[in-house]
């Protein structure tokens, strides 16, 4: 079956110490997304990736980090300078980027405690 | 100039009934405007999408209405049931320095009564 793949689902973190969300995705698509989402409010975006080895920042990067070193893979980092990370967390892919369908994975919810 | 406005915030709905979302935006360069249907704890799956070039597209019992002079879109659910009880999300989408980025709007929750 192709799709998305988000783990773990739930992930709970202590303040100050950073947490890595994997996303991975075997339909072949160029480009892959990150996504915050808090209640009430639609999908920010938080980096994306057009190409492997290549990613740029979007709306909300801060305290974010990202890696690109496979096409089926692109991980996010939360670091500790995240001021407020608990959110869920949703990851894209679309075939080209020029291609405008994106397709999201499951989500990992992650709650700092 | 790039944010999108969805109302209502939530709305509930008879079972057959007609579910109704509005989206507006301002920034004319959007060029493609799906819709999102999410259960709560999953990803919002597509559920139809629509291009400025038409007013109206029909999957089944969803319907996108678009009207290009208003900067308006809006998506009917028809004979609602309660299986459509779901968070929608609108979104445009508009090329910016090489890729396409979607703007999305702020969800509708929709509660269909049984």
């Known amino acids: 079956d192709g799709g998305i793949t988000q783990s773990p689902k739930y992930l709970f973190r202590k303040e100050g110490q950073n947490v890595t969300l994997s996303c991975e995705q075997n339909?072949?698509?160029?480009?892959m997304y990150w996504y915050r989402q808090d209640p009430g409010q639609g999908l920010r975006l938080i980096y994306y990736?057009?190409?492997?080895?290549?990613?740029q920042k979007g709306d909300i990067a801060e305290g974010y980090s990202v890696s690109r070193e496979k096409k089926e893979s692109f991980p996010l980092t939360v670091t500790s300078a995240q001021k407020n990370p608990t959110a869920f967390y949703l990851c894209?892919?679309?075939?080209?980027?020029?291609?405008?369908?994106?397709?999201f994975g499951p989500g990992t919810r992650l709650t700092v405690l | 100039q790039q944010q999108v406005k969805q109302s209502p915030q939530s709305l509930i709905v008879q079972k057959g009934g007609i579910s109704i979302i509005n989206c507006a935006y301002e920034?004319?360069?959007?060029?493609?405007f799906p819709w999102y249907q999410q259960f709560p704890g999953k990803g919002p799956a597509l559920l139809i999408a629509i291009r400025p070039d038409v007013s109206e597209k029909k999957e089944g019992r969803f319907t996108i209405s678009f009207n290009k002079s208003a900067k308006q879109f809006s998506l009917h659910i028809m004979d609602s049931q309660p299986g459509d009880s779901a968070t929608y999300f609108c979104?445009?989408?508009?090329?910016?320095?090489?890729?396409?980025?979607?703007?999305f709007g702020t969800g509708t929750r929709l509660k269909v009564l049984a």
């Open positions: 339909l072949n698509h160029d480009a």
């Open positions: 979104a445009a989408s508009m090329e910016v320095s090489g890729t396409y980025k979607y703007i």
């Open positions: 894209a892919s679309s075939r080209q980027p020029r291609n405008n369908e994106q397709f």
């Open positions: 990736s057009q190409i492997v080895n290549d990613f």
């Open positions: 920034n004319t360069a959007f060029d493609y």
